[in-house]
């Protein structure tokens, strides 16, 4: 190993494992950069490595203790807290190999890709996707896409759909399939009751959108609207609703029967007769 100034590269000091100054492996210069792995550093510590693999810089806190975490810190106008990445020890007391991201300062931290903020978490916590400027918990402006289900849980839980300017708000349900058959399900809104923490799911009526028939593009796309009702004194199955009227794909109602023959056609169940029955 030796170690000098290199007259070479403005008077900086370098440190080479060769004889001579060879190729450094520290260098520092005369403004107080370091580079490691590299001649010219552009910043205050600047580190290259040339491997076919990984290259990285690591910073470890081997303690097994329940306090360990290993810290790093980037600051700002002289301060040493202003962005912090915490790893804590796998035996520490509260939060064990837990990795914690923070902006200290009450401000924004943000996400991007391709030179393009994407995401950012506000000073008041309000999390925006495709909006620097979130007005609430989550704020996204742009089409989201969930394959499993959405879940909101809470007392006042509900969902509100807003679009502005001159936009109309909508709701779609949107199956995809490679077939979709008569009696298939395109979508449905279901009221449900749930009876205590561990009890079933129970559906109490619904609303529901359905193919009347196996569909081809462009030429066939029958659908149907069945609405559906739970009896009073009920079995406790997760679904004992019944239908109760539907809309068929020529836009008959039927109140009573799932084939109406006419515009409005309304039958009792219970009449052996099967004769239509309307009351005013």
Not at 193 to 218: V, Y
């Amino acid at each position: 190993w030796s170690f000098g100034i290199d007259g070479d590269n403005s008077d900086a000091w370098v440190l080479s494992n060769a004889f001579g100054l060879g190729t450094p492996k520290v260098t520092v210069t005369t403004g107080g950069r370091v580079g490691i792995g590299i001649t010219s550093p552009a910043g205050q510590i600047d580190t290259n490595d040339s491997v076919d693999g990984i290259a990285y810089t690591s910073f470890r806190n081997s303690s097994t203790g329940t306090s360990a975490i290993a810290r790093l810190r980037v600051g700002n106008n002289g301060s040493e807290n202003a962005f912090t990445i915490d790893v804590a020890g796998g035996n520490h007391s509260s939060k064990a190999n837990q990795v914690d991201i923070w902006n200290q300062f009450t401000a924004a931290l943000t996400l991007g890709s391709n030179g393009t903020e994407r995401v950012r978490i506000d000073a008041d916590g309000n999390v925006g996707i495709g909006t620097t400027s979130p007005t609430a918990l989550l704020d996204v402006n742009g089409r989201g896409v969930f394959s499993g289900s959405v879940s909101l849980a809470d007392s006042g839980s509900g969902i509100t759909i807003e679009r502005y300017g001159n936009n109309t708000p909508f709701l779609d349900f949107v199956r995809h399939d490679g077939s979709i058959a008569g009696s298939n399900t395109l979508g449905r809104i279901r009221g449900k009751g749930k009876l205590g923490a561990g009890g079933p799911e129970i559906t109490g009526a619904s609303i529901q959108f359905r193919a009347d028939q196996t569909w081809a593009s462009g030429s066939a796309q029958g659908t149907r609207i069945t609405f559906t009702t739970t009896e009073n004194d009920t079995s406790t199955s997760t679904d004992d609703s019944e239908e109760r009227m539907r809309i068929d794909h020529n836009g008959r109602i039927g109140i009573g029967t799932t084939s109406p023959g006419a515009l409005l056609e309304l039958r009792e169940s219970s009449n052996a007769a099967a004769d239509a029955v309307l009351r005013l």
